[in-house]
């Protein structure tokens, strides 16, 4: 079971040492920002390590929307993030689902992202894997409820898109943990990362708050159950750096393969 964390994007690879993680996750531009990667001069060093890399593209990044003022330029960030997460040897691009505006049709959302995987395709598809991520919140959100990630799926399945399955983001989004890998691979056939984090916040608040296995309102049993039945790599997106990644890397180790690492702290 390969198992790590988000970090900081400046030495990935010390980060998971720190961390005696097996997988990195981290940007490879600003989240919040439309500007494109720069090469990165420890590409070779990424590429070449054990540790496993992913990228998680920007979160202003919407292909779904009907405004083009957002929409194409998000094609366009998306298509250059997977460019350079090539570069660096990841295995995968993750990225949010995206949603439309209040008011508009969310079918147009669904074809607007089929439209991005036939414009990538044009030209040989994607450099890296994309695996699109559930979302916590929005009422008109493409990957929130499963009712509309099958209708997404319907839309964009015959590409081969990966699927990222972010524990928080379920619960907050109203979709119940118990259960869910089945529930979610009868739609996209597959599960190819987990994002397991806990919620600061209660089941379908919409609120999307990373709390720390353990310490917020998620059991993590029930946690430790999705990662065993996806059999997929896990990354934590929680807070405490270092320290508190690395006891929740622990933490999972112990319950999931019965593993054990020095550095972590006892859960309840």
């Known amino acids: 079971m390969r198992i790590g964390a988000h970090v900081d994007s400046a030495d990935p690879l010390d980060e998971a040492t720190l961390r005696q993680a097996d997988t990195v996750q981290f940007f490879l531009a600003d989240p919040q920002g439309w500007k494109p990667p720069e090469p990165r001069a420890d590409a070779d060093r990424l590429r070449a390590a054990e540790v496993d890399v992913y990228i998680h593209a920007p979160y202003v990044i919407n292909v779904a929307t009907l405004n083009n003022r957002i ?29 439309v505006n209040k008011g508009d049709d969310l079918a147009k959302g ?64 109203g979709e119940d943990l118990l259960d869910i890998v089945d529930r979610v691979k009868a739609i996209t056939g597959r599960i190819d990362l987990i994002h397991a984090n806990d919620s600061k916040d209660g089941f ?65």
């Open 71 to 99: 929409r194409i330029p998000s094609r366009k960030l998306l298509i250059e993030h997977a460019n350079a997460a090539a570069t660096v040897g990841a295995r995968g691009l993750v990225v949010h689902g995206g949603h």
């Open 204 to 268: 379908d608040s919409g609120r999307d708050r990373h709390d720390n296995l353990g310490q917020g309102n998620i059991d993590p049993d029930l946690v430790v159950a999705v990662i065993r039945a996806a059999g997929a790599p896990v990354v934590v997106e929680t807070p405490g750096g270092a320290e508190g990644q690395r006891a929740d890397i622990a933490y999972l180790r112990e319950r999931v393969s019965g593993e054990q690492h020095a550095g972590g702290r006892g859960r309840a």
């Open 110 to 173: 669904f074809d607007n992202w089929r439209k991005t995987f036939a414009y990538a395709a044009e030209s040989g598809g994607f450099a890296t894997p994309v695996l699109i991520e559930n979302t916590a919140g929005g009422d008109n959100a493409c990957a929130r409820r499963f009712d509309s990630l099958a209708r997404l799926w319907d839309a964009v399945g015959e590409y081969g898109v990966g699927f990222c399955l972010d524990t928080c983001h379920a619960h907050a989004g």
